[in-house]
């Protein structure tokens, strides 16, 4: 008889869980971001110019080397932050300087932002900066954006692709 209660309670349990997984599998509802708004998404992962110079080794520099760790150049790993700019419809948005990552400060600049905005025209500039130089910025893009309310207009950086990528998507309710 003690084996019929200890199933019973075990069938209990796991229909109590189910019950509770299907209701909050529902509800409340999530939504990305307010239904009367449009988001512009800046997200990317760029490695700035190294801090230092690379330095020619001598000839004497690179034999005392180990055989299997000699090379022509020797350069710091350390990179520089990257400068990031958003500017929307002439109003700076997002501006921030980001520090490489990685324990010797080596990895890329990351970013994801996001930024709600009301929906309508408007113009863009993204601007970044991964060098030495203060003033300017190396790449500049601009683009007039017309955003209905729900889109995602995606703001993306590729240098091997030439600077900024822009992009729109349709946000899922």
């Given at each position: 008889?003690?084996?019929?209660?200890?199933?019973?309670?075990?069938?209990?349990?796991?229909?109590?869980?189910?019950?509770?997984?299907?209701?909050?599998?529902?509800?409340?509802?999530?939504?990305?971001?307010?239904?009367?708004?449009?988001?512009?998404?800046?997200?990317?992962?760029?490695?700035?110019?190294?801090?230092?110079?690379?330095?020619?080794?001598?000839?004497?520099?690179?034999?005392?080397?180990?055989?299997?760790?000699?090379?022509?150049?020797?350069?710091?790993?350390?990179?520089?932050?990257?400068?990031?700019e958003?500017?929307?419809?002439?109003?700076?948005?997002?501006?921030?300087?980001?520090?490489?990552?990685?324990?010797?400060?080596?990895?890329?600049?990351?970013?994801?932002?996001?930024?709600?905005?009301?929906?309508?025209?408007?113009?863009?500039?993204?601007?970044?900066?991964?060098?030495?130089?203060?003033?300017?910025f190396?790449?500049?893009?601009?683009?007039?954006?017309?955003?209905?309310?729900?889109?995602?207009?995606i703001?993306?950086?590729?240098?091997?692709?030439?600077?900024?990528?822009?992009?729109?998507?349709?946000?899922?309710?």
């Amino acid at each position: 008889m003690p084996k019929v209660f200890a199933v019973a309670g075990q069938l209990a349990v796991y229909g109590l869980t189910a019950l509770l997984f299907g209701i909050f599998s529902t509800d409340p509802s999530y939504r990305a971001f307010p239904e009367d708004k449009a988001q512009i998404l800046l997200t990317f992962s760029h490695v700035g110019q190294r801090k230092g110079e690379c330095r020619k080794l001598t000839r004497e520099e690179i034999q005392e080397m180990a055989a299997n760790m000699r090379r022509a150049e020797i350069c710091p790993r350390e990179r520089l932050p990257v400068t990031v700019e958003l500017e929307l419809s002439g109003e700076v948005i997002y501006h921030a300087e980001l520090r490489p990552t990685g324990l010797s400060s080596d990895g890329a600049s990351q970013a994801h932002r996001r930024f709600m905005i009301e929906p309508g025209p408007h113009h863009l500039v993204a601007r970044l900066r991964d060098g030495a130089e203060s003033g300017g910025f190396n790449y500049q893009e601009a683009t007039d954006i017309e955003l209905q309310a729900g889109e995602n207009f995606i703001v993306d950086f590729r240098s091997e692709m030439g600077g900024f990528l822009f992009g729109t998507g349709r946000a899922r309710r």
